[in-house]
């Protein structure tokens, strides 16, 4: 008799706990159902720069994503290939207006704001330029982004950034409000959708286990 | 009643402008061009209120972000498809693409310039984004390891090169990146965006490099200009590309398309 098949292997999340790349990737994982393996790089160490993990992604960033024979860097192109390969609970809406609306969110926080506040480049402004000198330059690249998506959700009547149900949009707010608040000390007062947002977000399961601290290389407390 | 053509708010300078001009001209789609500097001009805001461009104003609806726009663009004008159908080559697609529009392009911006002015000299901010540069042109090198196609990920032109050259074009002729370049590729890049460039090129029969000129500049752009516009070259290992520019050097010129071998 023949023997079942093997049943297909997990993705394989690379993650670092507080990366909110990789923060955005396990919301999406979350929200699909998706049972991942998670392995940990620790940036602090630099493991982002063995020889094995760069040729996952040899920009040196978390989060990678192998699935199968498919292996891909960027949280953006990894998100948008969940959304393909794993259909399950759609983070795009068909309506085209409303998805372009959602890239275009996404797009603010991923290309906008946090690679302008990135570990590079505060270790790099705090080394150059000066002590100190990377928490107005954050605060100030925060403020630029979340001004600009304020400005394109209030008003909105709906529970999340678009509407009644998560979208890519709240995948990509998610992790950059949260850090914003946690490591930035941002008046959220000056945001009040996206502060609304903060709270729903932090009480919905799926983005509550991809939160930093309930990783398994998240520091463990007390 | 004919349908309104849509409106591509941009600068001549942007590279997130270039990739959505490229991205409209291969789809043939007729658009009106409304160049904007959303500093100064304080109308922009009226017509998009979070004042980034390019915004694509299509009837009643404003659209920000080159990746949101060429998306959409992607979605409403079928022909000539810019996303593969495979998921697979899709996410390496999109990888190259985010890699140029999150890991390079935001860096090299006038913000990321202004944090520098004063505490570093023109050339040691002009060797920051030289560096930001050499490590995503590293990196999609890599990615491409092995690849043998005429474009990034297939035969066809796809998102990821649609991203690639502008990047490509602002790194050489902004940064002073020598890539040993083609000249074919030089002529891709003009060929897709002289309809809307307001740039002449010269190619300087002496070397592979072009000399521009500006007939329509700001003055913080003249100002950026005249900083870094210096003889310096940053050589980063693209043996790809270099590659194509050996097989190319003694050819005619002509407008070829290819970016990879």
Not at chain 2, 104 to 132: A, F, N, W
Not at chain 2, 216 to 224: E, G, H, I, L, V
Request: aromatic share 8%; glycine share 6%.
């Amino acid at each position: 008799m023949a023997s079942a098949e093997a049943p297909a292997a997990r993705p394989i999340l690379y993650s670092y706990w507080r990366s909110s790349c990789s923060h955005r990737v396990r919301i999406a994982l979350n929200l699909k159902g998706i049972d991942y393996e998670y392995r940990a790089v620790n940036l602090l160490k630099g493991e982002q720069s063995d020889p094995e993990f760069m040729k996952l992604n040899p920009m040196k960033f978390v989060p990678a994503l192998v699935d199968g024979d498919a292996v891909i860097g960027d949280s953006y192109a990894i998100a948008l290939y969940l959304e393909d390969k794993y259909p399950q609970r759609p983070l795009l809406p068909q309506d085209l207006k409303k998805k372009a609306l959602n890239i275009q969110i996404a797009s603010i926080v991923c290309s906008g704001i946090q690679p302008l506040h990135n570990l590079t480049l505060v270790r790099f402004i705090e080394q150059k330029v000066g002590t100190g000198e990377s928490i107005p330059w954050v605060q100030q690249q925060i403020d630029r982004g979340f001004t600009a998506v304020e400005n394109m959700i209030k008003g909105c009547a709906g529970k999340f950034a678009m509407g009644d149900e998560v979208q890519l949009a709240d995948v990509f707010l998610a992790p950059q409000i949260f850090a914003a608040v946690t490591r930035y000390q941002t008046d959220m007062s000056n945001y009040p959708t996206l502060a609304r947002l903060h709270g729903q977000y932090m009480t919905h399961p799926a983005f509550e286990a991809a939160l930093p601290d309930r990783q398994p290389d998240a520091p463990s407390s007390g | 009643m004919a349908t309104a053509k849509p409106i591509l708010y941009g600068a001549w300078i942007s590279s997130c402008s270039h990739r959505v001009r490229i991205a409209l001209n291969l789809k043939g789609v007729d658009y009106e061009y409304k160049a904007v500097n959303p500093r100064t001009d304080p109308d922009y805001e009226k017509i998009n209120p979070i004042k980034y461009i390019p915004a694509l104003v299509d009837g009643d609806f404003v659209l920000s972000d080159s990746l949101a726009i060429i998306l959409y663009l992607e979605d409403k004008y079928p022909q000539h498809p810019l996303v593969p159908k495979d998921i697979k080559t899709k996410g390496l697609d999109l990888q190259i693409a985010n890699i140029v529009c999150s890991s390079i392009q935001p860096l090299q911006g006038y913000g990321v310039i202004g944090l520098h002015e004063g505490r570093l000299s023109p050339d040691e901010s002009l060797e920051v984004v030289q560096r930001y540069i050499d490590k995503g042109f590293r990196a999609i090198e890599k990615l491409l390891d092995g690849c043998d196609s005429k474009y990034c990920v297939g035969d066809e032109i796809h998102l990821g090169d649609v991203f690639l050259a502008p990047q490509i074009h602002a790194a050489i002729n902004r940064f002073q990146i020598d890539m040993v370049l083609t000249s074919s590729l030089i002529f891709f890049v003009q060929i897709k965006i002289s309809a809307a460039l307001t740039l002449h090129t010269h190619q300087n029969t002496n070397s592979n490099k072009l000399s521009f000129s500006c007939r329509r500049s700001t003055q913080s752009c003249r100002d950026f200009t005249t900083r870094t516009w210096k003889s310096r070259h940053f050589k980063p290992h693209c043996p790809r590309i270099s590659q194509m520019h050996l097989q190319q050097n003694n050819q005619e010129i002509k407008p070829v398309t290819t970016i990879c071998v």
